[in-house]
């Protein structure tokens, strides 16, 4: 059973930074696929970005060149750091860990860009 943590729940004013991270108790971390989703009310839930156990990352085009997704496979954690953030980057984001069989998913966190 895989079990992952969110932390970084904040509230930012447009143009801020912050930093999101998923802690993954799990074993063999490392051959995980990893991802971030985010869900805004009343929308489904979307690819933000994901990284692949290689190390390649992928990204929605409304974030790229404004996040960044990383893994610490020491740690078993996954960060995305968001910067320059707008306030339709308000939404859940969830981390999300794809082995071959299964999907999990954390229990999400908010994050609110407003002024």
């Known amino acids: 059973q895989v079990q992952l943590a969110e932390s970084g729940v904040g509230l930012v004013q447009p143009g801020g930074s912050l930093r999101l991270s998923c802690a993954a108790s799990v074993r063999f971390f490392s051959i995980y696929t990893m991802g971030w989703y985010c869900q805004a009310p009343g929308k489904q839930r979307e690819l933000v970005a994901t990284i692949v156990s290689g190390g390649s990352t992928n990204y929605a085009d409304s974030v790229k060149g404004r996040f960044t997704i990383l893994r610490d496979n020491a740690k078993n954690t996954v960060y995305l750091q968001m910067n320059s953030l707008k306030p339709e980057d308000k939404a859940v984001y969830y981390c999300?860990?794809?082995?071959?069989?299964?999907?999990?998913w954390g229990q999400g966190t908010q994050v609110t860009v407003s002024s």
């Open positions: 999300n860990a794809e082995g071959s069989v299964r999907v999990y």
